[in-house]
């Protein structure tokens, strides 16, 4: 899971634009009850809009509950943890198979799957290459090619074996390692869905970073509404999608980096090359059922760059590119986001 520094220049975000209201909503619209908490490293927002004050009672600990499972799966998947099961994972010798919670060993079979699915340009196994970028932004040294090549080799889902009967993990490789930061976020908002519904609670927003899920409805009439910023205007919003029973979420070259002889490194990575995506995807956006899939496919498709929407589209993936085309920016629609959201564009 990444900390997140806040973005000194935003280029673009998921944000929830309209439903910034207060915890107890006395202007136009519905009440609603609302809780926020820096969790994985990143603001988390939960609101739920409510009838009566038994309605808001009750909403009051669902989202107590929500926060309180957010908390747990950081423990489970952190590696900025030192004993979370993910870091515990990390240290076993290349050949040794690690018990691993059916948890655990569900959300690496979803990430390898996203792996063969995306060509791998999604692999929870970055993490050597995640490390060894995070010590050049923090060094403001290159890695060398020859660090970038040994790095590389120690990443790929193929590399790990899986054995479901056992529920075991085995790292065929010395040096290998999980990262979930590109996962994570997404499956911990799925399971907030699913703390609230059993808490009886089934209209709600979460938000987490650029990832965002609308559950219900705002009110009786009025859907959720998720704004996607204008990527080069903060004060601008691209478009303004409606939304009900589904997860968004953004990740693009604005998210988190580090700059270096005027070149701007990403925290996302292609694990094909070893180096930080390159500046022509801007951010991809994807609408899906699950969070945790919205999550995964964003950051590949980041990574496939030109080729994000070809494989967006062959995915069946509802998908917004925005892309760099010289000085200007165009967009992409893939899978059904045209149909469905194209409309949107001009809010
Ligand atoms: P996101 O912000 O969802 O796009 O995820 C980015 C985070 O996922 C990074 O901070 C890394 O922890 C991790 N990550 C970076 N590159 C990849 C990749 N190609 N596949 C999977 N996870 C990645
Ligand atoms: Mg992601």
Redesign the pocket.
Known sequence: ??IKSIPICISLLIMMTFAACPVSGVESGPRIIEDTQVLMGTTVRIQAPVASDKDAAVAREAINKAFKEIARIENVFSVFKPDSEVSRINKVKPGEPVPVSAEAFGLIERSVECSKKTEG????T?KPL?DLWREAGKSKKLPPAEAIAAAVNKVGSRYLLLDKAKSTITFQKDGMGL?F??IA?GYATDRVVAVLKESGISNALISS??NTYCLGMKGEKEMWKVGIQHPRDKNKVFAVLRLKDKAI?T?GDY??YFILHGRRYS?????RTGYPIGDNVVSATVVADSAANA?MF???L??LGADGSRMADSLGLDALLIIKDGEKLKTEMAGGFKEQYGKAKKK
Not at 121 to 124: E, K, L, N, S, T
Not at 267 to 271: A, G, K, Q
Request: proline share 3%.
């Open positions: 899971m990444t340009a999604f692999d929870v970055v995640v990262d930061g590109g976020k970073g650029g979420d990740s998210e988190k925290h996302i990575i292609d694990p999550d964003a950051t590949a980041c990574v």
